[in-house]
């Protein structure tokens, strides 16, 4: 099974590799994918949890359903060690796991955020789910990850949004 999903997430990648010859979108994709990065959002995190004094129920999910991911991700590339779709060169990383693709952490990361501010803003589902999937997308045409891998990091999101609100 996991010889068929290879084979197709492959040729879905080698076709959207067309994508990245149009610079125009290849751009957006990389600001979109830029808005669900670790260097944008810790400061964010570590803000809004130091001036609100962790009381408001919002951040304390997110900053737990954050430390709840993040080790998750990390043990499932170290255990997984699939290679990214694209060319990874050798100082691409700062980190040894984050040289790995299976699953995404952009896409864990949106819809982690999307989850928890779902229970927050009901009215703002079709929004969140919009940014979640369009950071997916992103993922798969910048040529960083391949359709399982977004797919798994979407699941792993949406889990650790359900225990991050639980705590």
Request: glycine share 6%; net charge positive; charged share 15%.
């Amino acid at each position: 099974m996991r010889a068929a999903i290879d084979r197709y997430d492959q040729k879905l990648s080698r076709s959207l590799e067309l994508c990245l010859q149009k610079p125009w979108l290849s751009t957006c994709m990389r600001l979109v994918s830029i808005s669900a990065s670790g260097f944008l959002c810790f400061p964010i995190y570590a803000a809004a949890y130091f001036v609100t004094n962790s009381e408001i129920p919002l951040v304390k999910a997110v900053v737990a359903g954050e430390c709840i991911q993040l080790p998750v991700i990390i043990v499932l590339r170290h255990i997984t060690k699939r290679p990214r779709p694209g060319l990874v060169e050798k100082g691409d990383y700062y980190f040894e796991w984050n040289r790995y693709s299976f699953p995404s952490l952009h896409t864990s990361r949106a819809f982690m955020l999307g989850g928890i501010m779902y229970s927050f803003y009901h009215w703002a589902l079709p929004g969140l789910l919009a940014v979640a999937l369009l950071i997916a997308f992103s993922r798969l045409v910048l040529q960083k990850h391949y359709l399982s891998d977004v797919i798994c990091g979407a699941i792993v999101g949406t889990f650790t949004s359900v225990v991050g609100r639980a705590l």
